[in-house]
């Protein structure tokens, strides 16, 4: 009996100790969980938002220039505001598919339900579509929008023949297109995001 006694006390401070150890790694994985969640989100919104200040402003803004101005404009923003979309774009896909693998394998308290995992997974692929407009589409259109201007620029011709006239009004309207679509399938990921953290 007293040997019983003497075992309840360590058996009870064992398992405190463990509780303690068990305590510290939940909060460690909901420290990493908020903190991936946070960068995830803070890229995604940094790309929704340089494409819907595309589409809202600097499209318009564009179009009702003057061809000289338009192709001085063109020249100095589109390639910082194109490495502007890429960066957040490849930051919000890392990000994401970092915060999709830690929450499969630790399963942090504050991570979504199986079937707001789903929404997640849509989500996911959606970004995917939005990936391939901007690598595949939007990117490029830009450079050789940059590199048709600079020709012009470079055979003293503000506006360009009609030929490259008609070739930029063709590139604008494929990058206005683009980020429209990109705009709206941003907008539904981050709906089906909200939805599957929500359920």
Request: charged fraction near 10%; aromatic fraction near 6%; avoid cysteine.
């Amino acid at each position: 009996m007293p040997s019983s006694d003497e075992d309840t006390p360590t058996s009870h401070i064992i398992n405190s100790e463990a509780e303690k150890n068990s305590l510290g790694l939940e909060r460690m994985a909901d420290a990493v969980f908020v903190v991936l969640l946070i960068l995830h989100v803070g890229s995604i919104v940094a790309w929704m938002g340089g494409a819907t200040l595309f589409v809202s402003v600097l499209a318009p803004s564009i179009r009702k220039m003057s061809p000289a101005s338009r192709g001085e404009f063109t020249l100095s923003v589109l390639p910082s505001y194109m490495r502007f979309i890429g960066g957040s774009s490849i930051a919000a896909a890392v990000t994401g598919l970092a915060l999709y693998a830690y929450i499969i394998q630790m399963g942090p308290p504050l991570a979504p339900s199986n079937s707001g995992l789903t929404y997640i997974q849509i989500g996911a692929v959606v970004t995917l579509i939005v990936l391939l407009i901007a690598f595949g589409i939007l990117i490029p259109t830009s450079r050789k929008l940059v590199e048709l201007l600079k020709m012009s620029q470079k055979q003293a011709t503000p506006g360009g023949d009609a030929a490259t006239f008609a070739q930029v009004a063709s590139l604008q309207k494929r990058l206005g297109m683009s980020a429209r679509l990109g705009v709206f399938l941003l907008a539904l990921t981050f709906i089906l995001m909200i939805v599957g953290a929500s359920i």
